[in-house]
């Protein structure tokens, strides 16, 4: 596994060591002695999520007040544009936001820590996502960062318009989820 720290540090492209041949391909999805290694924590995961979504869709920026969920992301179907933002007031990132972009064709995975806010946005006609969370999910506790404000200035790569819940269509501004 190669795992390359973003320009946040704090957060990890993971790109496992990949066999294929005709028959199709193998990889370890998952380690968690070489997920320890590659980020330097020892977090657990508790669960696990699936999510499918069409193009266009985007979800997030979602983040917990309490129980922050550190996320590890992926897609095994499609591709998404994945957004981390770091929402830890007293880093030095604070504010700013990384993204890559990940397939189930490029296997790339996402370590997205406790402290950030966390959305993607699907480019394929459908993606499927996978991601594992360090806590629990607890909706009394989830916010939404909106996901077009200017102060943060994320890039998506999209045109037009994307497709929204209502949630994340009434996402707070950075400044004001930040007090």
């Keep these: 596994m190669q795992a390359t720290r973003l320009a946040i540090p704090d957060v990890v492209l993971i790109e496992p060591k990949v066999f294929g041949d005709a028959r199709g391909f193998f ?39 309490h129980q922050p969920q550190g996320k590890l992301v992926r897609v095994v179907q ?56 360090t806590d629990y999910y607890a909706p009394e506790y ?7 404000d200017k102060v943060l200035g994320i890039e998506w790569g999209i045109n037009g318009e994307p497709i929204l819940s209502d949630k994340d269509k009434n996402g707070l501004k950075f400044i004001d989820a930040m007090q």
């Design 142 to 148: 989830e916010r939404c960062i909106l996901w077009s």
């Design 27 to 65: 990889y370890e999805s998952f380690n968690q002695r070489a997920f320890n290694q590659a980020t330097g924590t020892d977090y657990q995961f508790v669960q696990d999520n699936h999510s499918r979504s069409s193009k266009g869709v985007l979800r997030g920026l979602h983040y917990q007040i």
């Design 78 to 133: 499609g591709a998404v544009f994945d957004v981390a933002v770091d929402i830890r007031k007293s880093s030095p990132t604070f504010g700013q936001w990384v993204g890559a972009e990940l397939s189930a064709d490029n296997h790339r995975q996402l370590w997205v820590p406790p402290g950030f806010a966390h959305g993607f946005v699907v480019l394929s006609d459908t993606a499927e996502f996978l991601y594992k969370t």
